[in-house]
């Protein structure tokens, strides 16, 4: 049975990009709550992004992902012709979700690494995914895979100079 949902365009993006900002906090505030000190004792490359970086860097990230979901939420196909897309995003969503809680929680980056190359590949399936129903969609998810990315490089390293 096709959805029959008659909410707005607008009102389909504005509750994807709170989908996506609310993991992004959650995870955030789970993560963040006890390791300031135990990342802040870790050797990391000199290259590292400073730690005020991260939290626009995100916010953005999380914004550009919420409109991509919220333009194939919006596009005219059927939803079963969109399931394919909406798993590959709600996985990628999940492994987002639980790398910051891996690494600074569990303060585990190789456990963050194994989540963060998961991640990578579904990212880009869920650009590739997302491209068959909009190009912007795809093009919107570009900047998120450039910066996980190089987060994963970051991730490796920092497992590498501290095992």
């Known amino acids: 049975m096709e959805s029959t949902s008659k909410l707005s365009p607008t009102w389909k993006c504005i509750i994807a990009i709170i989908l996506c900002e609310g993991v992004g906090i959650t995870s955030g505030l789970l993560a963040s709550a006890s390791n300031n000190h135990w990342f802040a ?5 000199s290259w590292n992004p400073p730690s005020y970086l991260f939290g626009p860097v995100w916010t953005t990230l999380y914004l550009l992902m919420g409109i991509s979901v919220g333009i194939v939420w919006n596009n005219k196909t059927t939803e079963s012709n969109k399931r394919k897309a909406y798993v590959l995003f709600a996985i990628q969503l999940f492994l987002n979700f639980w790398w910051s809680i891996f690494f ?3 303060n585990s980056p190789a456990l963050a690494l194994v989540d963060i ?3 990578v590949i579904t990212i880009i399936s869920t650009i590739f995914s997302f491209s068959h129903f909009s190009k912007l969609a795809a093009w919107l998810l570009v900047p998120y ?14 497992w590498n100079l501290n095992r």
């Open 117 to 119: 190359l998961l991640m």
């Open 145 to 158: 895979i450039a910066w996980v990315s190089f987060a994963t490089f970051l991730n490796f390293s920092i």
């Open 41 to 45: 004792t870790l050797a990391k490359p």
């Open 104 to 106: 600074f929680l569990f």
